[in-house]
């Protein structure tokens, strides 16, 4: 082989590792839209991104997207599921839960750790888990107050359910609640 020949495949090899190594940089860098946050695990352990891109090794590290948007979850206690007062009234009502996975790394790792990533798009997982949840809240909330406060300030009834909820939700937060229909049956 002469030495032109061996430069030339010199040459050839260069431009298709370069090419290889072009296509894996422009594969390998993940940037999370609006709304969601990418966890990344391999290599370097688990990471996660909001808003920033992250490079990832094919073969090394895998990249899930999280969902970081609101959530809604309503409530239904009407008819044979109207809830009981302190003072033996009924009450018909439906409220609707706002909850998102919290955008911390911590609870993004929580969120993940329970839920899985995928999961934390689908709205039915979402709501098997919290609404049992909020369910025995309310439940308890409103078997403890009476007609009166319920009728009239809607706001201590919020806060309370808040109060007992609390704040450790696997990753999520609930952001707000809303009793959207409210009537007191004697």
Do not use: C, W
């Amino acid at each position: 082989m002469s030495p032109l020949e061996i430069l030339m495949i010199f040459g050839l090899l260069i431009m298709i590792v370069t090419i290889i190594l072009i296509i894996l940089i422009v594969k390998g860098y993940r940037k999370p839209k609006t709304g969601t946050a990418l966890v990344t695990t391999g290599g370097s352990g688990l990471r996660i991104s909001f808003g920033k891109g992250i490079f990832i090794l094919p073969f090394v590290h895998s990249s899930e997207l999280v969902d970081l948007t609101i959530k809604k979850i309503t409530l239904d206690f009407t008819g044979r599921n109207a809830l009981t007062s302190k003072d033996k009234a009924k009450i018909e009502t439906k409220l609707t839960f706002f909850v998102r996975v919290n955008n911390t790394v911590e609870e993004v790792k929580k969120a993940v750790t329970t839920f899985s990533a995928a999961k934390t798009f689908n709205q039915k997982d979402i709501e098997s888990h919290f609404s049992s949840i909020f369910r025995n809240a309310v439940f308890d909330i409103i078997g403890y107050v009476t007609t009166e406060t319920i009728s009239n300030d809607r706001e201590v009834i919020k806060n309370q359910i808040f109060k007992y909820i609390g704040a450790d939700l696997n990753g999520y937060v609930l952001e707000d609640i809303s009793i959207d229909r409210l009537v007191v049956k004697n």
